[in-house]
């Protein structure tokens, strides 16, 4: 699956060697040897997935990807640290910093095309849409959560049960939560909360993924059967 990627690496062999392998594999790469230069080139190529070195000269992979999570034009690109730091401690580290992929060297680079068009592909499906920037059945959204509450209040309120297992959501997940109950689209959500359509499609996926849902109108049945939401 083609797309533009973003490759920050402080070794020269290594960086030229990825970028020639990916490129074979039709990708574009866009190459960068430290953090900083890495930074200037994100905001001039606008990639689909950063591909990034821990260990770098001043600014290193966790700082780089510490600034781009705190940029709300960042927040959801998807980021693979590959790295020669490959103890289970500094993979839990990256996870815990919020990379989507960890990959030690020495490494297969077939693997790491892999890994690449698997993260591409599964944004892509999550963020498939028609010409108004939503999915194609956005516009029912509204009726059918209704329909929901409507069949769930029948006997007299919604009835609420525990989650199966406890479900801790950050501040703007919830918020995204709640929009998405009230059958907001992703555009309005973004114009309600101030942030990027990307981002409301990050928080949509997070809330899919903890509570093991794979539709808008399963999430919102959920949320109210197990009182994650009014």
Known sequence: MAGQLLLVDDEPGLREAVKAYLEDEGFTVHVASNAREGWDLLQQTAPDLVISDIMMPQV???????????????????????????????RIQGYDAGC??????PFDPDELVAIVSSILKRRAA????????????????ARQIAEIKAMLSQRG????????IKIDFT????????????GL??????????TSVRNVEKYVSRL??????????????????HGLTK
């Open 60 to 90: 290193d992979g966790y700082e780089f990807l510490k600034q781009m999570r705190e940029d709300p034009r960042y927040q959801a690109l998807p980021v693979i640290f590959l790295t020669a730091r490959g103890m289970t401690s500094d």
């Open 185 to 194: 689209m992703n555009k309005e959500i973004a114009r309600r909360l101030e």
């Open 208 to 225: 899919f993924s903890k509570t093991g849902t794979n539709s808008r109108t399963e999430l919102v049945r959920y949320a109210l059967e």
């Open 157 to 164: 309120g919604i009835p609420q049960t525990p989650a199966p």
């Open 126 to 141: 999550a963020t498939q849409t028609s010409g108004d920037g939503e999915t194609p059945d956005i516009a029912d959204m």
């Open 171 to 182: 501040p703007r997940e919830q918020s995204v939560l709640e929009l998405v109950a009230e």
């Open 100 to 105: 989507d992929a960890y990959i030690s060297k």
